[in-house]
């Protein structure tokens, strides 16, 4: 929830150099507006390493010009004026709670630059780093551009101007050096580097748009015999946008403090814009753009609107989940076992498969149960549950059967194949997640085989891999990209055990897929040899293919699917130990 980051202007201000005394290495990303804000504050990979886990996220906010001035459709030239740059600025910290880094420019006016400093501290901004050019400047990537650079006493009269009018210690200048940029000398660099230290500045940018790295790396090395000539500590910062074949380990190990990625989040946004623009041009309607977008959920999701939706909620009365157990089929390997009964009533030490399953449900507090039934609907029965009929189950499929319980989805729910036992956590796990969409999935079946006359619906996350593959292993997020029966199991990552929840949201995403499917679709449709047949995995893959995100919690055992008498005898044994 965005008012989570809620951080007043002096708690956030000194973060930056308390990152830097630690002796952290400090990433940083850009943002352009309150959205890319949230997702620069936000974002985190997770992965493990030698059994032990690794998190990544950036350590603080780079407002750009160039991304600023863009995103408002003006050129990088200095043409936005400063109160729109603070607008932008102030929309970003209102939502975020790491430091920021403000582009400042060449600063403007040594008098107007003073009023600057004394903006951005009074706001909570750590840092301002401006460019020793003479403005208006012209961006500095832009090629067969002159760049005129300031002269290095003004510049560094500047810095002494911004350094005197701030009220804290923890407010930092940054000096930019365009002297690479500019195709002067390494010499050039070095002296003005000199000069902006001896001004009392507390940082040194070097820029360069070369594609190697190699002139980085030399300043790099000559700021440390300048630093030990001047007996000064003052941070390093580089901006890898053209040498970004080089990695951040590396950038660390040559001296550099500060690492800015500057204009990566507007120019990925640019080009999906585009793409998606195109899409619905050609192809005049937005169905085939569906995957190039997120979800409105996502954005409601990020920007707290679904924080703002669950407090609403907590005046509920009743935080029941509906429970649907779609069980209207015949099963043909228990039909003389069973003698006319449905499956949900086959004996498991001395409860019904049913019962076992209610029980689960009510030890979580489940109570809205409803079983859609169909086969044996006479004798179908448990203590505590609704039953709606299924009258043509012999004629469709499970998924068809599930939609009998239509009017129970409205509001979010949970639905359980009939034919599944578990234990009382993944129940509780599950109705405690706030996904849209989320599918229960073992991982075991990465180290087995499947038992042979088994049909498993089978998962290939789309952010993990199996643990053999790499050292290293990141899954920002367990999201579903592939899901259905006939995947090979040899690159499946998980199997979907028949339990999966829906939100409100959720629920409103699998009912208006399914109404389309069914209005506007025939014959073969995902792995289904007709659309009568079209059976809950499918209708999943068709969400994820619209471009709808499906999640997946992850379990390893605690559950068993009753396919034959060898699995009665196992669950047997397992309530009896």
């Not at 630690?22 to 504050?41: D, P, W």
């Not at 929840?501 to 399914?514: D, H, M, P, V, W």
């Amino acid at each position: 929830m965005t008012l989570l980051n809620n951080i007043l202007p002096e708690q956030r201000r000194g973060k930056l150099k308390a990152l830097l005394k630690m002796g952290k290495t400090v990433r940083v990303l850009e943002a352009h507006n309150g959205l890319s804000g949230i997702i620069a504050n936000n974002i985190q990979v997770e992965g493990e390493s030698e059994g032990k886990p690794v998190i990544r996220e950036f350590d603080a906010i780079w407002e750009s010009s160039l991304t600023d001035s863009a995103s408002k459709g003006h050129p990088d030239i200095e043409v936005v004026t400063f109160d729109s740059r603070l607008q932008t600025i102030n929309e970003i910290l209102a939502v975020t709670n790491k430091p920021m880094i403000v582009d400042g420019d060449t600063g403007g006016d040594v008098n107007a630059f003073e009023y600057t400093v004394s903006k951005l501290e009074r706001v909570g901004v750590s840092a301002i780093i401006i460019e020793d050019k003479v403005f208006p400047k012209r961006n500095s990537l832009e090629a067969g551009v002159q760049q005129n650079l300031e002269d290095p006493e003004i510049f560094a009269q500047k810095i002494r101007r911004g350094k005197e009018i701030q009220n804290t210690d923890d407010f930092m200048i940054i000096a930019r050096l365009e002297s690479l940029i500019a195709g002067k000398p390494m010499e050039d660099a070095v002296n003005r580097a000199k000069t902006y230290l001896r001004a009392g500045v507390d940082g040194i940018m070097i820029h360069s748009k070369s594609k190697s790295s190699d002139e980085i790396f030399q300043f790099a090395q000559h700021y440390k015999e300048i630093s030990k000539q001047l007996n000064l500590n003052k941070t390093l910062v580089c901006v890898p946008t053209t040498y970004n074949q080089t990695t951040e380990k590396e950038l660390a190990s040559a001296g550099f403090q500060i690492i800015i990625h500057a204009n990566h989040l507007l120019r990925s946004a640019y080009k999906a814009m585009l793409e998606t623009a195109q899409t619905i041009l050609r192809d005049q309607r937005s169905l085939e753009a569906d995957p190039l977008c997120s979800t409105v959920g996502e954005i409601f999701k990020t920007v707290g609107f679904l924080d703002v939706k669950e407090k609403d909620q907590e005046n509920e009365q009743s935080k029941n989940i509906p429970v649907l157990i779609p069980a209207a089929g015949e099963d043909p390997i228990f039909k003389k076992t069973l003698n006319g009964k449905p499956k949900a009533m086959l004996e498991i030490c001395g409860k019904t498969l049913l019962e076992h399953q209610v029980q689960t449900l009510n030890n979580n507090d489940l109570a809205d149960i409803t079983v859609i039934a169909g086969y044996g609907r006479d004798q179908m029965h448990a203590e505590g549950i609704n039953i709606l009929e299924n009258p043509d189950f012999k004629n469709g499929s499970m998924l068809n059967s599930l939609f009998v319980g239509k009017k129970k989805m409205n509001n979010g729910f949970i639905m359980l194949y009939s034919d599944i036992l578990m234990e009382d956590n993944i129940i509780k796990d599950l109705a405690s997640r706030k996904e849209d969409i989320i599918l229960v999935a073992d991982n075991s079946t990465q180290y087995h085989e499947p038992q042979e006359g088994n049909i498993l619906d089978f998962i290939i996350a789309k952010n993990q891999h199996k643990p053999a593959r790499r050292e290293i292993r990141f899954a920002s997020e367990n999201v579903v990209s592939k899901i259905g029966s006939k995947i090979n199991p040899e690159t499946a990552s998980h199997e979907f055990i028949g339990v999966a929840r829906f939100s409100k949201t959720g629920a409103e995403q699998l009912i208006e897929t399914y109404n389309d499917i069914v209005k506007n679709y025939q014959g073969q449709f995902q792995e289904s040899d007709d659309i009568s047949q079209l059976n809950f995995t499918d209708l999943i893959q068709e969400m994820i293919d619209r471009g709808f995100l499906v999640h997946f919690m992850e379990i390893h055992k605690g559950w068993l699917e009753i396919h034959n008498e060898e699995h009665i005898a196992l669950a047997e044994k397992s309530f009896s130990e």
